[in-house]
């Protein structure tokens, strides 16, 4: 009997089972064949191993629901009904468990076929874990982007660099620009030309294309009210769906600048006013009365140069001739935030001492308290109205009429004799002309 075609057709059964059998070992897909009639493994690959985390051994003639590969069981029974009804299924998304107890996601394939004469299923799985939880996290992402980006308090806007039109823009940007959402989303930003001067533009422009990013840096806009605001501006280039766009963020500093001017000219006012007042003003620590600024007005007064002065204690220097004048005055400060007009004498570089009107206030500097002091010299003054009323004594006692006038010849003094003599009383005499007593 010629049986070429049987040996011929073994052969090549042979063959094929060869090439199913190194093909089902070799793939990277988890490959498993189950019996339709016990549902039990009856064969699996290394990769399906790797996938579930079973060794071959410990899978082998156990179930699913042995192994609680399903995580749920409504997945199985869909898969179930799509065997049945379509004698396949492809690429179908589920989730099984390993042996540790963690979820894993797979593509499932699967379809029936008849070995050895039972009908057995077999499933193919395309691990696609890494990719969802990569998918999960860009999802995630993105989410938080979304929402800082809506969210922050500073402006920001993505703009498409072919063709210069707005992407997206946020609330922030909207409100201090003027212009409303429906406004720039799809417009061309030439249309908006928000920049104060074309010389800005070009500086922006320069800087990303020398580094490729602004950092921080100054520029000045023109809102849609007509206002120009001064915005803080960090910028960066990114690709979005594979487009090169730009992302800008930016800090309405407006006010800031603003506060910062009017600080500087208050500083630069306060320095003119500091340094013109003929009193000898000082800046010092509260407590040891370190002098940290003089004006000239206190070097003239005291004898020292500023050199001498700045750095150095009230009491390195010995300027108050009673340090307990000093400890009274910083209790006063202390208790009422203020001195005023106290009357203490100091001693000069010379030693010799002078009668002051002291008057100091707690001041804030880099936010440190600081004892701001004024103090005027009142030793001529003091003196001369000590020789006014000594001589007031006098004219009083003598018995000739006694008048005193000034260049211009109007009354500033008139004694009691001069009273008597004339029938005027001093408030009615001063100040006139010498010739209302004609």
Not at 36 to 43: F, G, K, M
Not at 50 to 56: A, E, K, L, P, V
Not at 63 to 72: E, I, P, R
Not at 404 to 410: A, N
Request: aromatic share 8%.
């Amino acid at each position: 009997r010629d049986i070429s075609d049987r040996k011929a057709a073994e052969r090549a059964l042979v063959q094929s089972e060869e090439l199913f059998s190194k093909t089902f070992r070799s793939s990277p897909a988890a490959m498993c064949i189950g019996s339709i009639q016990t549902n039990r493994l009856v064969e699996m690959n290394e990769s399906w191993c790797r996938f579930t985390g079973y060794s071959r051994g410990e899978a082998m003639n156990r179930t699913a629901d042995d192994l609680a590969f399903w995580v749920n069981q409504d997945d199985a029974k869909r898969m179930n009904d799509l065997l049945q009804k379509n004698g396949r299924m492809t690429n179908e998304e589920f989730q099984s468990r390993r042996k540790t107890g963690e979820i894993m996601t797979g593509l499932f394939s699967a379809e029936t076929v008849e070995i050895s004469g039972q009908p057995c299923v077999m499933l193919v799985i395309t691990d696609i874990t890494e990719q969802k939880k990569a998918q999960a996290a860009l999802k995630e992402s993105e989410e938080r982007f979304h929402i800082a980006f809506h969210a922050s308090p500073e402006l920001m806007i993505i703009t498409d660099l072919e063709t210069g039109k707005y992407i997206e823009v946020n609330d922030s940007f909207c409100h201090f620009s003027g212009y409303s959402r429906e406004e720039l989303i799809g417009a061309s930003v030439e249309n908006f030309y928000l920049w104060a001067s074309a010389e800005e533009s070009d500086r922006m422009a320069r800087i990303m294309a020398e580094k490729g990013r602004v950092r921080h840096e100054e520029f000045h806009f023109r809102v849609k009210s007509g206002d120009i605001r001064t915005w803080l501006c960090s910028a960066e280039n990114i690709r979005i769906g594979g487009k090169p766009c730009m992302i800008a963020v930016a800090t309405d500093i407006t006010k800031r600048k603003k506060a910062e001017m009017a600080l500087r000219e208050s500083e630069e006012k306060f320095s003119l006013a500091f340094h013109a007042i003929p009193d000898a003003v000082a800046i010092s620590t509260i407590e040891e009365g370190k002098l940290i600024d003089v004006n000239d007005g206190l070097c003239l007064s005291n004898g020292y140069s500023r050199e001498e002065l700045i750095g150095k204690t009230v009491g390195d220097l010995n300027l108050w001739k009673k340090p307990e004048d000093r400890a009274r005055m910083v209790r006063i400060l202390k208790e009422q935030g203020r001195v005023r007009n106290e009357t203490v004498e100091f001693r000069k570089k010379t030693g010799e001492t002078m009668l002051s009107l002291f008057s100091a206030e707690i001041v804030s500097i880099g936010n440190i308290k600081r004892m701001l002091s004024v103090t005027r010299d009142i030793t001529q003054q003091k003196q001369s109205e000590e020789r006014l009323r000594l001589l007031g004594s006098v004219t009083q006692q003598v018995t000739d009429s006694t008048i005193v006038t000034d260049p211009g010849f109007k009354i500033t003094y008139i004694n009691k004799a001069a009273q008597d003599l004339f029938g005027y009383t001093i408030a009615e005499a001063l100040g006139k002309h010498l010739d209302f007593l004609s």
